[in-house]
């Protein structure tokens, strides 16, 4: 019988499984209907809406020739920023005079500039017709010399340019001609672009670009629709500009076919290959153009078949992985089970029985077992949350930076631990021990003083309260108590307390010193934090040489402060903190500290002021949300908070350290800064008034930070290398001009004559009128 029940077993998870298996197939089945389906809606769709997205990417491909010719015929205006090259391009313009060869080596800079601005640019040059001159960026040439030996054009002969005609067209593209000449020009083929009108200056004369058509092909392939498709563009004479293709007798006869339909979109057979014709017709900047766009038939149904192909392979992988799938169910359903009962068992030996359900009740014995052993885990980290606890709220107290309460909270709750009321009071106390203690006792005791300190006044706490006794450095203590807002009277308790420490202590004053400085009671965990520091100016107010060893914060203490600080030094000082104006701060914090010195201080009142404009460089932190390094802050932390005396030079020397480590640490990460960019500005606009600070905040950055690097890569300050730039262009005016002093000072930059006098003199050595006289003999 039991044999029977188990084969009724087997059979039933052997149904369950089929189940599963026809479900899955059916799932898959209708998936792939599904896919199906939207296969071939999608695929008449995209039929349909293909060839209309050709005649958009013609258009785009249109609008980008333009944009680059548009650029070329830009280059126009940037040439008529140059005086000299309008002199120049003046039919009434001759070359007449040694003079006028300045001018003409302004134009072959302006020329170069234009020929750099793009690599679609051979080279460009002017040609004074009258004068058979080139007038090019790489130099002058007669024109014979040029069109023969420099530049020769199969196409564009010398006589071609004697003769042609502007007809006043603004823009004129040529077809291409192949170039032969130099060896850098040889086996180059270039689109001459004429102009015959720089910046609305007719002339007589000609402006010729040279474009290289190599960059332009490269353009139109990177444009092609398809792989093998060809794409050619024509003027309006029906002559082939440029094409995509190597062989112009193909592409002619393409245009020759082309432009014989009336259509734009239709079918064609070349070369035994039906195509898609696509004409298009623009305008490259006032010169009608026409493209014509070939598209293999075969290039678009590769296309489809691509896509129908991929869509068979996907689909068969589907019902291929849908059919695995389904006859490894059972495998993959129990192969989780049997690993996770092999990892429980550790490696251990599992006996096997035919009683399928015994796995699950090992599993479940296993479950239990390890949440046991978390309920010890969580027993034994429960010992050391108070450690951890105590830790955080030192950390509360000490942070310098706005308090996220929802934080604070989360942490607390994750700790199981929470304030039962709202209010707190701070008290620390300072424990210094003194000579004798190190003298009487061994290391090891010495090493453990803190913590036998900490264990004793931990046992002298008055029972039920909320009080933490935190070690908050070596050998400064707080006692923090957590009581109710309205129980004022509560505070006397501690306060009595910390009086048994101190009479405590008193027995052993001979090797221990405590003072006790205590805050008042505030709510929330801000009111924690302003309560320490109060304690820790009543902490402060402790003098080592006064028998009061507790203070006990409180408002006439401010009032009655021996220190000179008044309520608007006091802003100042934060203000400067926090614009970060690091020369003010200084010179004011010098001024409160030498009326300090001079109104002779007592200890107590100098360790008051200290503390002062140690906390107001701490607020600034806070305010401004930054932290200093733990390591250096804890340092300010220590020598603020020690008991030793100080002189009032030391004191000094801490407390602008200090701001200077806060100013630091408020300072933002300055960026790289590129003083190429910067001196390059200078040299472009040295004749506009310009100055360290309107530049350095151009360029985001301080006039100090900008002086520096400006001096340590030129070797001399903003001013000097301002003013040698202005002098120099100076010179180069009072030698290759006529123009009046006060016409030349000006373009310069300087506002005032007796200025620039001053200035050429202490550079040169003599007045400007007795340079020009001398460069005018020397000519001469």
């Known amino acids: 019988m039991p044999a029977i029940i188990s084969k009724w077993k087997k059979l039933g998870f052997r149904s369950i499984l089929f189940r599963f298996i026809l479900l899955f197939l059916s799932i898959t089945m209708f998936l792939q209907l599904i896919n199906f389906l939207s296969y071939n809606v999608l695929l008449s769709k995209f039929e349909n809406q293909i060839e209309h997205n050709y005649d958009r990417s013609v258009a785009n491909i249109a609008s980008s020739l333009n944009n680059l010719f548009e650029g070329i015929y830009q280059t126009n205006y940037l040439l008529a920023l140059d005086p000299n090259v309008l002199r120049i391009f003046s039919a009434n313009y001759t070359i007449d005079d040694v003079s006028k060869y300045a001018d003409i080596t302004e134009a072959i800079r302006s020329l170069s500039r234009i020929k750099s601005s793009s690599n679609y640019i051979d080279n460009a040059y002017i040609y004074k017709r009258s004068e058979k001159l080139i007038i090019s960026d790489e130099g002058t040439y007669a024109s014979d010399f040029y069109y023969d030996k420099v530049y020769r054009s199969g196409l564009y002969p010398k006589d071609f340019w004697q003769a042609y005609q502007a007809s006043h067209h603004l823009f004129t593209i040529l077809p291409p001609s192949d170039i032969s000449g130099t060896i850098r020009n040889h086996g180059k083929t270039s689109i001459p672009v004429v102009q015959s009108m720089i910046g609305g200056y007719w002339s007589n004369d000609l402006y010729v670009i040279n474009l290289d058509v190599q960059p332009i092909i490269q353009l139109l392939r990177s444009f092609k629709i398809t792989p093998n498709s060809m794409l050619l563009v024509s003027n309006q004479d029906n002559q082939l500009l440029f094409s995509t293709e190597e062989n112009n007798a193909d592409m002619s006869e393409i245009l020759e076919k082309a432009v014989g339909e009336t259509a734009n979109r239709f079918k064609m057979t070349f070369r035994n290959q039906e195509m898609l014709i696509i004409k298009f017709n623009t305008s490259f900047f006032f010169q009608q153009a026409n493209m014509i766009v070939s598209v293999p038939i075969t290039d678009i149904k590769a296309n489809f078949n691509n896509f129908s192909n991929w869509n068979i392979i996907v689909t068969a992988i589907a019902l291929l992985v849908g059919l695995l799938m389904s006859i490894l169910f059972t495998k993959m359903l129990y192969s989780p089970i049997r690993a996770l009962v092999r990892t429980l068992q550790d490696g251990r030996s ?431």
């Open 350 to 780: 599992m006996q096997r029985s035919s009683d399928s359900f015994k796995e699950f009740e090992y599993i479940n014995n296993e479950i239990d077992r390890m949440k046991s052993n978390v309920a010890h885990l969580n027993e034994t980290l429960s010992y050391t949350l108070p450690l951890v606890i105590d830790q955080f709220l030192v950390k509360m107290l000490k942070s310098n930076s706005q308090m996220d309460h929802s934080r604070i909270d989360d942490f607390l709750a994750n700790c199981k631990f929470s304030f039962m009321h709202d209010s707190f009071w701070v008290g620390l106390i300072q424990c210094n021990f003194k000579k004798p203690f190190y003298d009487s006792f061994s290391e090891e005791f010495q090493n453990q003083a803190s913590q036998r300190l900490l264990k004793l006044m931990k046992s002298m706490i008055p029972p039920s309260s909320s009080v933490y006794l935190l070690e908050m450095d070596t050998n400064l203590f707080a006692i923090l108590v957590n009581l109710p807002h309205d129980a004022d009277a509560d505070t006397w308790a501690y306060h009595e307390y910390l009086q048994q420490i101190d009479d405590l202590f008193q027995t052993d004053k001979a090797f221990v010193h405590i003072h006790i400085g205590i805050g008042r009671k505030y709510i929330g965990y801000q009111g924690m934090q302003r309560s320490y520091v109060e304690a820790m100016k009543a902490l402060w107010r402790v003098s080592p040489f006064d028998t009061k060893r507790i203070s006990i914060y409180n408002e006439n203490n401010q009032d009655e402060s021996g220190y000179l600080l008044s309520k608007t030094d006091e802003n100042k000082l934060f203000n400067l903190l926090l614009s970060n104006k690091q020369e003010d701060l200084q010179q004011l914090l010098k001024t409160i500290i030498n009326a300090n010195m001079n109104s002779a201080m007592t200890d107590m009142s100098s360790r008051q002021l200290y503390m002062h404009l140690y906390l107001i460089g701490t607020q600034a932190l806070k305010q401004l949300d930054k932290t200093m390094d733990e390591s250096i802050f804890k340092n300010y932390s220590e020598f603020v908070m020690s008991i030793s005396t100080h002189s009032i030079g030391d004191m000094a020397d801490f407390i602008v350290s200090f701001y200077d480590s806060v100013l630091e640490a408020c300072t933002p990460v300055q960026p790289g800064f590129d003083i190429k960019l910067f001196k390059q500005y200078i040299d472009d606009y040295y004749h506009e008034d310009i100055s360290l600070d309107m530049l350095a905040d151009k360029y985001n950055t301080s006039p100090k930070y900008m002086s520096k690097l400006l001096k340590k890569e030129l070797g001399m300050t903003f001013q000097r290398y301002l003013q040698e730039l202005r002098i120099a262009k100076a010179k180069e005016m009072l030698q290759h001009t006529s123009k009046p002093i006060q016409k030349i000072l000006e373009e310069i930059g300087f506002n005032n004559r007796n200025s620039f006098i001053r200035t050429f003199r202490n550079l040169e050595g003599i007045s400007p009128t007795e340079y020009r006289i001398q460069r005018q003999v020397r000519k001469g």
